[in-house]
């Protein structure tokens, strides 16, 4: 199952994105498909604080709409929510010293254990998340590269 990243959600959602079409093409055909896929809700809460912060937009996101469309991936009827376990922590922290994990990739690490302990494949646009072993993880606009330049 597909368990996807912030920036993924974001550029799908934001007009002003580069590649926002693209993205937002991805996600509906996600939606729009027959296999479930997976969220957390530390995604949607990022997402929410990331489109609504007046010093990352010159016009952030209205809360409501942030909201809405947050509401309207995790109510879809293919959306799984995936929760931390008991063994989340252990495998955060060993991410962390694994990878020598610091500032903002501590975050990754966190996001990094959730899908390994869920046998998600992690959804994301940043490379960072190839330093963290075990971890599955697939950019969504890979296979158009291998459409746009065949070998």
């Given amino acids: 199952m597909n368990l996807l990243d912030v920036n993924v959600l974001i550029y799908s959602f934001r ?7 693209m993205f937002r093409a991805w ?6 498909g027959s296999t479930a896929f997976a969220i957390s809700e530390q995604v949607l809460t990022s997402v929410i604080r990331i489109t609504t912060h007046p010093r990352i937009f010159k016009e952030p996101t209205v809360l409501g709409e ?9 109510e879809h009827p293919n959306c799984r929510v995936i929760r931390s376990s008991t063994r989340h922590w252990s495998s955060f922290v060993r991410l962390c010293k694994t990878t020598n994990a610091k500032a903002n990739l501590v ?15 992690w959804i994301t646009t940043d490379r960072d998340f ?22």
């Fill in 66 to 74: 942030a909201i809405a469309f947050t509401e309207s991936i995790q």
């Fill in 27 to 32: 996600l509906l055909d996600l939606m729009n």
């Fill in 107 to 121: 975050t990754d690490a966190w996001f990094a254990a959730l899908a390994i302990e869920s046998g998600c494949t």
């Fill in 15 to 21: 007009r002003d994105s580069e590649r926002h079409d």
């Fill in 130 to 151: 190839a330093r963290f072993p075990g971890l599955t993880w697939q950019h969504p606009l890979d296979h158009l590269a291998a459409i746009e330049n065949p070998k």
